[in-house]
């Protein structure tokens, strides 16, 4: 938490904003956080100025999606109002000279890589429509085991999700939700409505904010990998699309995982005499 000094002076952030803030930074090839990771190895915080070094599976990782988690580290922790500045430090990397001075001096990715073609702006959307696609095939999951059908699931809107609220009136989708929250889904023209499991709602509604294709409360919700609304005869096929996007995120998942736990022996292994 941060806060306010009687002087008006805003105290330090805690360890525990800042690592809330890095948990909202995500490996963009997997869609996993960087926490949920452990790609970070140390968060040191001087009253307003907070250092990060992180590390990842291998030193040949993408300089793009290196450079990508090193902005998105940096960009979280300075939203922060009690940080003044932070320094993110890529450890192991066979570009981390060209990442790490080229984030903490605010370069843009072809100047820190003038040799690079192109920028990574078109890398993240194609990454970003990928984790889009992925999460709505958990999402529409969930629907499907709470019973809907393909008619009803691609008619929804985002003014069809309600979570409930403690006082009895139901309140709009879009905060972020924990496993253990519900949102009611109404259908068939608000006729009834189904309690699902909010999480991967919520996920798949950040990541389509994210992409511009949902912004408002009666835009159609779930949509082709082209990002065009889904004909119900063609459910089966735009979820099975889904269904492979989400297998090769969670592929390229286990081999990063591999990848870092194989890293992490070598490093404790005693050096020879």
Known sequence: M??????????????????DRLDRVTDPELDRSIIELEYVDRIEIDGDRVAVEFTLPTAWCSPAFAWMMAVDARDEVESLSAVEAARITLREHM?????????????????????????????????????RVARQYDAVETLLEAGLDAEAIVALRPRDLKRPEADGDDAA?????????????????????????????????????????????????????????????SFDLVHQRGRLAQVNMSS??????????????????????
């Open 95 to 131: 570009h981390e000279a060209e990442i790490n001075r080229g984030v903490n001096e605010e370069l843009s990715f072809a100047e820190a890589f003038p040799d690079a073609d192109g920028d990574v702006a078109a890398v993240r959307a194609e990454l970003d429509e990928k984790a």
């Open 173 to 233: 989708v879009g905060a972020t939700a924990d496993a253990t929250e519900a949102v009611a889904v109404y259908v068939r023209d608000r006729s009834f409505a189904v309690s699902v499991p909010a999480e991967p709602i919520e996920r798949y509604l950040e990541k389509a904010r994210e992409t511009d294709l949902v912004s408002g409360p009666d835009d159609v919700l779930f949509r082709t990998p082209e990002g065009e609304p889904i004909d119900a005869n």
């Open 2 to 19: 941060t806060g306010t000094e009687s002087d008006g002076s805003m105290s330090a952030p805690s360890r525990t904003a800042v690592r």
């Open 252 to 273: 390229q998942g286990g081999i990063c995982d591999g990848l870092r736990e194989a890293r992490e022996e070598r490093l404790e292994e005693p050096a020879d005499d």
